[in-house]
C-alpha cells in the first residue's frame, strides 16, 4: 500500500515526467492522502494532456480540469447527539469529537471509497450539515429543510431497499436508528456520513 508521500510523489512523477510546471499554488491544492483512481486519472490525465472528454471516458474516467487548495467549510454539531464534526485543512478528513471533546473517528471519504476525480483534480468538502439540508445546495425560491429524524429515516430505507444491493453490500449496510451528516466536495459529489463510524455513502454528482 502507497503511503500519503508516496502516493503524492506518484502523481506529482507523472506531472513532471509530462514536463508540466506547476506553480505553488498548484502543489498546495494536490492532496496528500489520494484515491487509487485519483491517482491514475490525474497520472493519465498528466501523459495526455489533449486528450478530448470521450478518450477520458474511454479509459474508465469521467473528464476533469484543475484544482485550487482547499477551503474547508465550518465544523458542524449535530444538535441530537452534541457531536461536531471538522473537516480537516487538506479538505478531506472529517474528524468526528463528542460533547466531552473525545475523539471518536477520523475518516476520509474520498480516500475510503476509492471515488475518482470529477470535474476536479483532487475534490475537497465544501460543505457539511444536516442530512436534509440539502447538500447545502441553493434554491430558487424558499427552502424548507427536512428534519433530522425523518431525513435519518428515509436515508436508511434509500441505503436498504431502494439501492443497487451490491452497492450497499460493498459501503457497509447500515444499522436501523442510524444517524447521518451531509457532505459535499468541490466537483458537486456529495453523500452522507455515518455519525456512529464514519461510514461513507456516495448519492452521486451533478
Not at 498546495?28 to 501523459?47: G, T, W
Not at 453490500?169 to 456529495?190: E, N
Request: charge should be positive.
Amino acid at each position: 500500500m502507497l503511503t500519503p508521500s508516496r502516493r503524492a510523489a506518484y502523481v506529482l512523477a507523472g506531472l513532471v515526467a509530462s514536463g508540466i510546471a506547476l506553480p505553488s499554488f498548484a502543489l498546495a491544492a494536490i492532496a496528500l492522502r489520494q484515491s487509487d483512481c485519483e491517482i491514475r486519472a490525474n497520472r493519465f490525465k498528466a501523459v495526455h494532456p489533449h486528450t478530448d472528454p470521450l478518450d477520458f471516458m474511454k479509459s474508465g474516467f469521467f473528464y476533469f480540469g484543475s484544482t485550487l487548495p482547499p477551503h474547508p467549510p465550518p465544523p458542524y454539531r449535530d444538535p441530537q447527539s452534541g457531536i461536531t464534526f471538522h473537516v480537516g485543512g487538506d479538505g478531506r478528513r472529517i474528524t468526528a469529537v463528542d460533547a466531552q471533546a473525545r475523539l471518536l473517528w477520523v475518516r476520509d471519504p474520498f480516500v475510503d471509497r476509492n471515488m475518482c476525480p470529477y470535474r476536479d483534480a483532487h475534490p475537497s468538502i465544501v460543505w457539511i450539515g444536516a442530512p436534509g439540508g440539502d447538500f447545502g445546495w441553493r434554491h430558487i425560491g424558499p427552502f424548507k429543510p427536512t428534519p433530522d429524524g425523518q431525513a435519518d429515516l428515509m436515508i436508511v430505507k434509500a441505503l436498504m431497499r431502494e439501492m443497487a444491493p451490491g452497492y450497499t453490500r460493498a459501503m457497509g449496510y447500515p444499522r436501523p436508528g442510524d444517524r447521518f451528516i451531509g457532505v459535499t466536495f468541490t466537483s458537486s459529489q456529495h453523500g452522507y456520513v455515518n455519525i456512529r463510524n464514519g461510514d461513507y455513502y456516495d448519492m452521486g454528482q451533478n
